[in-house]
RNA sequence: GUAGGUGUAGCUCAGUUGGUUAGAGCAUCAGGUUGUGGUUCUGAGGGCCGUGGGUUCGAUUCCCAUCACUUACCCCA
């Protein structure tokens, strides 16, 4: 038997529901909020992802699936969607059109890791991005939207905001916090290493013993300049005039290179240790590094898996018809008025031949409303009975060849 | 890579202090005297007890290895 490889999933049964149910609710969200579908290809030149999600990343320095490709082509599987749609942005030549896009997308990532609760080798992302709007009320907006979405599909978070600074103040912090950690003994084995290849994240260290030595570091939030502190003073009075409770955590920050300013997470404590079921914000100098004409960024991206439990679906209600024979010779017939309403209802039937209780005990199975069976009695006297299972009525129907 | 947990029917799980024919619930299928359902009753099918080796007269059970799944660390959505 040839069984899927590790981390990677079939999208079937209750699973799928749940995932197309998710796909064109939040889809329809986002087009509410004037954003509309991109997709771009799952194989992209690696070089794109080395210069967007960054290097010292461990996506893409040990978790990319990525091969030469039969023209000798230096390749990956997307790891992330934000990189293909600023290339998308740029190869449409967007960024020199200028205005305003708004995208959003949805599909499978690949990152090699070890597979756990909410972490699979191929998983799937429901993201957005805004092109061209330098106001953090943009930000605010998608925010509000990620409300909106949480909302609709009855999922409970917390929201987390920060500010990363930007290429004015953001370099200097990182001189000086590097200095601080220079200063401290006693840092984890995973700290001393993030000490070298992004500093910014041995804020984020889980150890305790780090937790204690970083109390005294200098804090990101207390070192942006004016206008990012006037930005994110801006996020934060949005949000609160809309209602929408948030923490500001000094120390989240993104795993990817190309974010600045807002850096937002959504969290949920009822899935596990991957807690983060939505995370997102501004990517100022991403569409400039990719070679594009300078444009300002904002974005998020969910992960799927993640919230999927979390998803209610409204309780399904009968639908459609489910028609029977009663015998062989009503099969063929009864082939004929289903392909007729299958036109405009869904349908189910069966091929063979069984008794009324058989028949009616099946129709409660697939959620049927309406209910014919036809046996010789309908064929002779030519009519058949329409019952509603719900109300129990039964109308009398001519029956037409 | 590291650490823990779990592998028995399609699914969820019992069980065997080592012994002939391995169980339950759910699901599937067929019936409950000629054609009115959702709860019910009866019956049937379905298992290399993850794989390989060891101990033993005998292993699904004990020992070792291995593989798979799963949770957590790292990282991230």
């Excluded at 990677?8 to 064109?24: A, C, L, P, Q, R």
């Excluded at 990189?83 to 949805?106: C, L, M, P």
């Excluded at 006037?230 to 955590?249: M, P, Q, R, T, W």
């Excluded at 009616?360 to 019952?387: H, P, Q, R, W």
Aim: glycine share 8%; hydrophobic share 35%; aromatic share 10%.
């Amino acid at each position: 038997m040839i069984n899927p490889l590790r981390g990677m999933k079939d999208t079937v049964g209750e699973f799928s529901e749940k995932y197309i149910y998710f796909i064109e609710n939040a889809s329809r969200i986002a087009k509410n909020y004037g954003f509309s579908y991109i997709e771009t290809p799952i194989l992209e030149e690696t070089a794109l992802f080395k210069r967007s999600v960054g290097e010292s990343s461990d996506i893409v320095g040990k978790e990319m699936y990525q091969f030469t490709d039969k023209g000798n082509n230096d390749v990956c599987m997307r790891p992330e969607g934000t990189a293909g749609v600023v290339r998308a942005f740029i190869s449409q030549k967007y960024d020199r059109a200028g205005g305003v896009k708004r995208f959003f997308y949805h599909g499978p990532m690949f990152r090699y890791e070890r597979p756990q609760k909410g972490r699979l080798r191929q998983f799937h992302q429901f993201g957005v991005e805004t092109f061209g709007v330098q106001s953090v009320k943009e930000d605010a907006m998608i925010i509000l939207m990620l409300r909106d979405m949480f909302e609709f599909f009855s999922i409970k978070y917390s929201l987390q905001i920060n500010s990363l600074g930007c290429p004015d103040c953001m370099p200097t912090y990182r001189e000086n916090l590097v200095k601080f950690l220079d200063s401290i003994d006693g840092l984890c084995e995973d700290c001393l290493r993030r000490k070298i290849t992004n500093p910014i994240r041995v804020l984020d260290c889980k150890n305790e013993n780090c937790h204690k030595l970083l109390e005294s570091a200098p804090m990101l939030l207390s070192n942006i300049c004016s206008t990012c502190r006037a930005d994110f003073d801006e996020l934060k009075s949005i949000l609160k005039s809309f209602g929408l409770e948030y923490e500001v955590n000094t120390k989240l920050v993104r795993g990817l290179d190309y974010y600045n300013k807002t850096a937002f997470e959504f969290i949920s404590n009822e899935i596990g240790a991957q807690s983060a079921i939505t995370g997102g914000g501004r990517y100022d100098k991403l569409v400039e590094y990719l070679d594009g004409r300078s444009t300002p960024g904002v974005g998020f991206a969910m992960g799927i898996e993640r919230l999927i439990d979390l998803v209610k679906m409204p309780e399904n209600k009968k639908i459609g018809y489910y028609i029977g024979a009663m015998s062989d010779e009503a099969i063929k017939q009864v082939m004929h008025l289903v392909v007729k309403l299958r036109k405009s209802n869904v349908v189910h039937t069966q091929y063979s031949s069984k008794s009324l209780k058989a028949h009616m005990k099946a129709a409660d199975k697939v959620n049927a409303k309406k209910f014919i069976c036809i046996g010789d009695s309908e064929l002779e006297t030519k009519t058949y009975v329409v019952k509603d299972l719900d109300t129990k009525e039964e109308i009398s129907v001519e029956l037409r060849d």
